[in-house]
């Protein structure tokens, strides 16, 4: 008992940040203006057919994204990991970088691609391109191609909370989503756990394979982020490519409100990664000695926001953290809350299994050599697993570059992330500038994991 | 003389897995005993239970004479080495070694001193600002070593310290580890390995040990010539057990074979074995003057053949020869058993 006494507090963090306020969001749908209605809420919810078509076009959405994930994601990560080639680690660093792009601007890219007006128009439908990216909690894509059409869970959680102001719904949506997503993480889980998922990798030719990679590579890659690099030097663009080329886009990004934007981002990202990638690990190394059920337990409790999507995780901050005692809505805490409650899933998910796989020998041995729990912590296990600390930093790094689904229902004026600032500028239809905006974006983050990148190999030497 | 080790009916359950069944074994100072078994028999959780790497459902572990049952294992003061030598991979060798040193809180003169003094020892002195990945298998195995001793424990725990070299390194360091033992003629060793040569070369004492249980434990020298157990004989020197009835208190029959064997201290009436080490058998052309039986099978060993061979009373039966002139696979063979091989009971 007294050794799971010292995961309070990673854990105090994720039952306070977001058991508490997703509590607040069940409690929510069952209040209406006047005090406790019960069910009512839900009543009119499930019977809308807004909800229902939201529903089922979340579902829909959900299962082809999975199904292209499984096509190309398996087979860009089985070409990397069994036919590498030179050049691979940068390709890999580039990922990364994706994961920084603002997810409504895949969008936009896609549209510069494969859009009516867009450069591999003829046999690819935007829509398809779109379901591989789009996946069941996704909100910043729909947000861009427009909730009038598209509307999923996620987005009518946004709309009823953030346009309409009428919480008890979002709150009903919300919880839905919750549970609709928790079944479905709880399933993946199963299948993990019970080993059935079957990867098969025939035998091809290098060439074949490194070929099919580029090809797949490009248009789901290399693609979207060419057409943001030439949007944001784009005068016009009325025709396959854009013309009028200029500078001024990008002039203007590194200059004033971009600029400003781009600091708040860095630090929010590098506050959050941080505490993220420390709270992660403290989850990821408390519960080594714990009996399995225990450790199960916490495993699932940490991975648990990663079901939520992050418009849920900031409906219940604002819901939680909008008055006494810990009032937080309209200052900068809450967005930096909102990134640390979505990065921890992943942070503690990389260093966990990294941890998983770290020989425990070398700890006993150090423990038989006369050192304390704490020194073998210091000097044994938390080094070991510094490759792996320093590999989460850099995807929570990435991640929360991006992030707009929490952030844009919870940023206060003086603390206005890019990616914000991106959706603004597309809003007002400036999409050159959001894209000039984007490729600071992009900048800074390829900066901050090159960095991050400079410091893991050492780690991993020492 | 109060035991430098002391095991007192320890038992390790893992749910409803029996790792150990109450093990009572005791370790003088300056000896060195080995638990020598087959995979799964028990004799690497024994010496965990001993290192405090896990809590014995059962039982207590005394070190010196002191109850370290409920003993963190930085309270025991051991020194261990593991067979996959568990070095800080992220620390220099003598960072290694200085560690349990430093954990200590020891005055850094002194560790630097302790350091050397220890490298120099196991003869890695020039290898002080390397990191464990630019070491050989055996050169990380000094360093575990020199790492365990830094601390100057009066019980060293090896656990199959030698398993991950190659055969002619493997033999190296038993000799390193002889020379280490001539050196620490205080240190009480506890060696768990499967591997009979390291035994028999190191051991002053030997535990076999089988299915969780203690089967035998004695003199080294004692137990490879008399082991009482058919166990310890065919795993201990690879014996042939061949039953046999006792004629006599000094005579045993094998078919019409009569042959000299002790059976004084075996319980009347319970199954024996005739122990044969496979270099004592005897083979040659038939005559019909010994045991008759065929060859099935002929290995050259570089010293010598190894045969396989079925005797006609329905016995297999292996044999160790120089030479095998006029012999061939599928011919009919005398073989001859000397007396005074030792009788074993039969598991």
Same mark, same amino acid.
């Given at each position: 008992m007294r050794r799971l006494l010292w995961l309070l507090p990673p854990v105090a963090v994720l039952v306070v940040f977001f058991g508490y306020p997703l509590a607040l969001v069940l409690h929510q749908s069952f209040v209406g203006d006047d005090g406790f209605v019960g069910l009512a809420n839900w009543e009119a919810v499930l019977a809308s057919a807004e909800f229902r078509r939201a529903l089922v076009r979340t579902a829909l959405l959900a299962v082809a994204a999975t199904a292209g994930c499984l096509v190309l994601g398996v087979f860009l990560a089985l070409v990397i990991a069994f036919a590498p080639f030179p050049g691979v680690r940068a390709i890999s660093r580039l990922v990364d970088v994706v994961l920084a792009f603002p997810s409504f601007l895949i969008a936009l890219a896609f549209t510069f691609l494969?859009? %009516? $007006?867009?450069? +591999?128009?003829? $046999? +690819? =439908?935007s829509g398809a391109c779109l379901t591989l990216l789009l996946c069941m909690n996704e909100f910043g894509i729909v947000l861009f191609v427009g909730a009038?059409?598209?509307?999923t869970s996620p987005m009518l959680v946004y709309t009823k909370a953030?346009?309409?102001?009428d919480y008890p719904a979002a709150c009903v949506v919300a919880v839905v989503n919750v549970v609709f997503s928790g079944a479905l993480y709880a399933l993946h889980r199963w299948v993990f756990a019970k080993g059935r998922a079957v990867l098969l990798w025939t035998r091809r030719s290098r060439a074949v394979a490194i070929a099919l990679f580029a090809v797949l590579f490009t248009v789901v890659v290399v693609a979207p982020l060419a057409m943001i690099v030439l949007a944001s030097v784009a005068g016009s663009w009325n025709g396959v490519l854009p013309s009028n080329l200029t500078g001024e886009h990008l002039a203007s990004a590194v200059s004033g409100d971009a600029v400003a934007s781009a600091v708040v981002s860095a630090q929010t990202a590098v506050i959050a990664a941080l505490t993220a990638v420390v709270l992660g690990t403290w989850l990821a190394l408390g519960p080594a000695k714990a009996p399995a059920g225990v450790r199960r337990v916490l495993d699932a409790a940490a991975h648990l926001p990663l079901a939520v999507p992050s418009v849920v995780v900031g409906l219940g901050l604002l819901v939680a953290f909008s008055r006494s005692p810990l009032l937080l809505n309209g200052t900068r805490w809450i967005v930096l809350v909102a990134h640390l409650v979505i990065l921890l899933p992943f942070t503690f998910s990389v260093v966990s299994a990294a941890q998983r796989r770290v020989d425990p020998l070398p700890a006993a041995v150090a423990e038989s050599l006369g050192a304390s729990a704490l020194h073998v912590l210091w000097r044994v296990r938390v080094p070991v697993l510094l490759p792996a600390m320093s590999a989460s930093a850099s995807l929570g790094l990435a991640l929360s570059m991006g992030e707009v689904g929490a952030t844009i229902m919870l940023y206060p004026p003086d603390w206005r992330t890019l990616p914000v600032s991106v959706f603004a500028l597309t809003d007002r239809g400036q999409v050159f500038a959001a894209s000039a905006s984007t490729v600071l974006l992009l900048g800074t983050t390829l900066a901050g994991l090159v960095a991050l990148g400079l410091v893991r190999p050492r780690a991993a030497e020492r | 003389m109060t035991p430098a080790v002391e095991l007192r009916e320890v038992a390790v359950h893992f749910g409803r897995t029996v790792a150990l069944h109450g093990l009572d074994l005791s370790v003088a100072p300056g000896e060195t005993l080995a638990l020598l078994g !087959?995979?799964? %028999?028990g004799k690497s959780t024994a010496l965990k239970a001993v290192a405090g790497f896990f809590r014995p459902t059962a039982g207590r572990v005394l070190l010196g004479g002191r109850d370290v049952t409920d003993l963190p294992p930085n309270r025991r003061g051991l020194g261990v080495v593991v067979q996959s030598y568990a070095l800080f991979p992220h620390m220099k060798v003598s960072d290694n070694v200085a560690f349990g040193l430093r954990a200590r809180r020891t005055p850094r003169r002194i560790v630097a001193e302790r350091v050397a003094e220890v490298l120099s020892l196991v003869g890695m002195s020039g290898f002080r600002d390397r990191y464990p990945r630019q070491l050989s298998g055996g050169q990380q195995q000094r360093v575990a070593i020199a790492r365990a001793l830094a601390i100057r424990p009066p019980v060293l725990l090896l656990d199959? !310290? /030698? %398993? =991950? /070299?190659?055969a002619a390194l493997r033999e190296e360091m038993v000799a390193e580890l002889l020379r280490l033992r001539s050196e620490l003629p205080d240190t009480a060793i506890v060696y768990v390995t499967h591997d009979q040569g390291e035994v028999l070369a190191l051991a002053d004492r030997i535990a076999v040990m089988r299915d969780a249980r203690l089967v035998e434990v004695g003199p080294t020298s004692a137990l490879y010539h008399r082991p009482a157990e058919s166990f310890t004989a065919s795993f201990l020197g690879a014996s042939n057990l061949l039953p046999v009835e006792v004629v006599d208190a000094g005579t045993v029959r094998l078919g019409e074979l009569r042959l000299a064997a002790s059976s004084a201290g075996l319980p009347p009436g319970e199954p024996v074995a005739l122990g044969v080490r496979p270099h004592r058998v005897g083979v040659r052309e038939y005559s019909g003057a010994g045991l008759a039986a065929r060859l099935v099978a002929v290995q050259w060993r570089g010293t010598g053949f190894r045969l396989d061979l079925e005797l006609e009373l329905g016995h297999r039966l292996r044999a160790e020869v120089p030479a095998v002139d006029g012999l061939s696979v599928g011919s009919r063979v005398d073989v001859s058993i000397p007396d005074a091989c030792p009788l074993v009971r039969v598991a």
């Open positions: 494969y859009g %009516s $007006a867009g450069v +591999l128009n003829a $046999a +690819l =439908a009038k059409d598209v509307i953030i346009v309409t102001f | !087959p995979s799964g %028999s199959e !310290p /030698l %398993s =991950a /070299l190659d």
